[in-house]
């Protein structure tokens, strides 16, 4: 069963240690934006390509990022806590929306 999701960078993970890049720093496609990881608020949605579990990624097959349809892979460094409806990772934490599978209505189908 696929899985789409919209993904929101929310916070900096505690201690992370490659804090949040301004959005005026910010470069899409960049790879590590100079030791630092996403902006707050950095969204994208797409089809989750495995399950969420501690010590793996968080992987994406992303179709939209910021609003505009861009595809693409978003994989995050590896997850620390998955918490109702957020995921932890080294650097940040993430809200996870689960969203209906046949796209009509967007809002969340179970988290």
Request: aromatic fraction near 6%.
């Amino acid at each position: 069963m696929k899985m789409h999701v919209r993904i929101r960078k929310v916070a900096e993970a505690p201690n992370a240690r490659c804090k949040a890049a301004p959005w005026a720093d910010h470069v899409p496609g960049a790879v590590n934006h100079h030791g630092k990881s996403l902006p707050l608020g950095y969204e994208l949605e797409g089809e989750l390509t495995q399950p969420l579990v501690v010590g793996g990624p968080l992987v994406v097959r992303r179709t939209h990022r910021n609003g505009v349809e861009i595809r693409g892979v978003f994989t995050t460094s590896p997850i620390a806590a998955i918490e109702t409806n957020q995921v932890w990772t080294q650097n940040s934490v993430y809200l996870v929306t689960f969203l209906d599978a046949d796209r009509k209505s967007g809002e969340a189908a179970a988290s």
